[in-house]
């Protein structure tokens, strides 16, 4: 469903012709924004111009040790000045951007680098406790290892090294290499969370990527001359494309964060004079509790995008009215469609904001189909459907090493439960395997857990189905209180029956002081299962 109204998108084309990949793109910001500041941490102000010369260093290295168009590169390391400088310059050389999670293990590691056959492998000495160099070393023989180069050591295999290796290659190779990429190449491969399996290699073109996240940042009111603090990881789609693309497409000078805390994040935001800062809810509640926030002066925050498939109507409020944002934005997109596929408009009430993901960006295409592939009705909950343009280029075999057969083509079917309005503005319901079945009724947990956190004494709330004798499964909710307040199941019983059908009311409760989140700030729901009472209350 296409909305005709397309008020509220501004700058759908990009403004230069013939820029169809991150590399031209690259060269084309250090023309426009030379003397902006792109790139900023603790001991690093990199203008535009110093940001993408760097990377053209990095480009050469990789040149230097033999990178091809196509072959894959990955990252494996915190957000940084020098993961920005890295990635920019991987897209520069021609070659795939492989980025793998922070908190994976040695095996998850393994997996992702030997499915995707990497080159080069850009990492770091340690993180979060975990010794990469160490689990890289043991990840292959001498024979079959590819080169590893360090961001935070010297010497031989570091970052400087490398860029030392490339000053052999001149600039009108690196030139003519650029002008070589084709919009329709890979430019990056996301590996998908793997919640139903082993994580598949989700292939991501230039050509739809910088479409895209052009679009996609003017809807979101992102500016030129904006100071972007990001703390969502480089190697997600939020913080890689969300971040380090649109950032790089608009003029927005980054401020990586490579973990997020409240205090820090506060600082910052005075320091840098930070406009733009977008996230999951439970940064700003986060923010919103800390004892440092009536101490900072914030007031140059501008613009968010916040998603989540259950946003608290109280969060937004506060977000607009205690940490002073003019403008939020809630989004939907998953990793097959480029990240992209609805965003709420600048015109949008905060009803709209908290309750919906927005409706389709131009060019693409969002349905919500029943089981037998017919379109639901509106109001009526089903798949997310997407088409268009930004659709993968396909999945990574893992025995060829190219797009598997039969993927690049036709529509993208989500997993995830919505439903449109007659206006079409999408409302994400969760994910279909999330879904469970009371009494022979079908309940979506993303439903209850709006209603939730409606309640005034709820910070957060996450729903799962639990076996029942009777009804076969009941839900189970998993309640963060607000500090200094108190629940019982009782009232939040009683709060949901009077919101809800009785079947979707909660049979059992179970307060915790945290919910478990991912690496990019999403509820592990795998690891509730395990916290399920053995009844229900």
Sequence with gaps: MLREDRTGFPDTDFPADGVDTIAKAGMWARERYASLEALVDDEHRLTFEQYVDAARGVAKGLLAAGI?????????????????VVVLGIHLSGGVLVPVNTRFKGPEVDFVLKQSR?????????????????????????????QIVTLDTDGDGSLAALVAAG?????????????????????????TSGTTGRPKGAMLKHAALVRAYWAWSGAAGMREGDRFLCSNPFFHAFGLKVGLLSALLRGVAIRP????????????????????????????QAMLSSPDLDKRDISTLRGSVIGSTALPPALIRS????????????????????????????SDDRELVATTAGVPLPGIDVR?????????????????????????????????GHAASGSTSGALFSGDLGEMDEQGYLRIRGRIKDMYIVGGFNVYPAEIEACLQEMDAVQAAAVVGMPDERLGEVGCAFVVV???????????????????????????????????????????KAELVHLLPSQPD
């Excluded at 080069?120 to 010794?131: D, H, I, P, Q």
């Excluded at 000053?167 to 996301?190: F, K, N, S, V, Y």
């Excluded at 003019?326 to 939907?332: L, R, T």
Aim: glycine fraction near 8%; charge should be negative; charged fraction near 25%.
């Design 68 to 84: 091809e168009i196509g072959d894959r590169v990955a990252v494996w390391a915190q957000n940084s000045t020098d993961f920005a």
């Design 118 to 146: 990497i080159k080069v492998a850009f990492s770091v000495e340690e993180f979060l406790g975990t010794r990469y160099a160490d689990v890289l070393a043991g990840l292959w023989s001498d024979a079959d290892r590819p």
């Design 167 to 191: 000053q052999a290659i001149g600039d009108a190779q690196l030139d003519a290499r650029i002008a070589d990429i084709d919009g329709e190449a890979i430019a990056t491969i996301l590996f």
């Design 482 to 524: 607000e500090p200094g307040r108190s629940l019982t199941h009782q009232e939040v019983a009683e709060w949901c029956r009077e919101r809800l059908a009785n079947f979707k009311v909660p049979r059992a409760v179970v307060l915790v002081d945290a919910l478990p989140l991912n690496a990019t700030g999403k509820v592990a």
């Design 319 to 346: 977000m607009y009215e205690r940490l002073g944002f003019e403008e939020i934005h809630s989004p939907y997109g998953f990793t097959e469609g480029t990240g992209v596929a609805t965003i709420t408009i600048a």
């Design 368 to 400: 919500i189909v029943r089981a037998d592939g017919t379109d639901a009705d509106p109001g009526e909950v089903g798949e997310v459907v997407v088409s268009g343009y930004n659709r993968m280029a396909g999945y990574l075999d893992p025995e060829t």
């Design 257 to 284: 964060l490579a973990v997020f805390d409240a205090e820090l994040a506060l600082e910052l935001i005075e320091r840098e004079r930070i406009t733009y800062y977008p996230g999951p809810p439970t940064i700003f």
